[in-house]
């Protein structure tokens, strides 16, 4: 795939509506897409067009109906669509970052041992895992006294500031993106632009959602439609 890290090839998905009959909702028809590494691509379309049910695909969250869906892991490539579930854990763990708009978050556990759970997933030693993620808290503007403190009791931009440390503890390859900034007030989103930015300069491809304009202005410089299921 030379320099592409995400390559969508046909992919359709669609929903079976059980309380309603069992009627067949198509949300992605015949998606083809390529996504190269350093790319800034933002997902735009009408709400329910099926922007976050592609993200959620490229991640393994939902499988498809139709199609595959290439990403590079390492000095290899590998269809996500055909993985069992724990290689699929293991590409996660090393070549796919996901920030959703929520953190599910444990009671008791502290924030920062929250933040730096993929990183000692990855066989970072626990002190060298918080000292990165301390640093990604500090530039994030997150309080340090928080950072014993179990999320649950966060307020929404505390706790998305846990979830984007977690996942930019790691230096994934590909970052999908599902409004990451949506709960940060404005100083906070402006760091987290500022981090993501980085990303890119550095290699990553970013793949995201952006309902705030300056935002996607900042993150994106190549913009795909999704609408009636279809990309254009």
């Not at 079976?16 to 949300?27: D, E, K, W």
């Not at 970013?206 to 190549?222: F, K, M, N, P, S």
Request: net charge neutral; aromatic share 4%.
């Amino acid at each position: 795939m030379s320099d592409v890290v995400v390559r969508l090839r046909g992919v359709s998905k669609s929903f079976t509506l059980h309380v309603q009959g069992a009627r067949v909702l198509p949300v992605l028809r015949g998606i083809d897409l390529e996504i190269r590494a350093g790319d800034g691509v933002a997902l735009v379309g009408p709400s329910g067009a099926g922007k976050s049910t592609l993200l959620r695909c490229i991640y393994g969250n939902y499988g498809v109906d139709a199609g595959g869906i290439d990403v590079r892991d390492g000095a290899g490539v590998v269809d996500v669509t055909a993985l069992a579930p724990h290689e699929l854990g293991d590409l996660r763990r090393r070549s796919l970052g996901y920030v959703s708009q929520f953190l599910r978050a444990i009671p008791r556990v502290p924030a920062i041992d929250v933040a730096s759970e993929p990183l000692l997933q990855l066989g970072v030693e626990r002190a060298q895992a918080h000292e990165r993620v301390a640093a990604l808290f500090e530039r994030m503007l997150l309080p340090e006294r928080l950072w014993q403190l179990s999320p649950t009791t966060f307020s929404g931009g505390e706790k998305q500031r846990v979830n984007l440390a977690r996942t930019l503890s790691v230096d994934y390859p590909v970052l999908l993106l599902d409004e990451p900034t949506a709960a940060l007030d404005a100083t906070s989103r402006a760091q987290v632009v500022a981090l993501l930015r980085e990303r890119r300069a550095a290699g990553a491809a970013l793949i995201g959602i952006y309902h705030d304009d300056e935002v996607r202005t900042q993150l994106a410089d190549r913009f795909i439609t999704i609408e009636r299921g279809e990309a254009a």
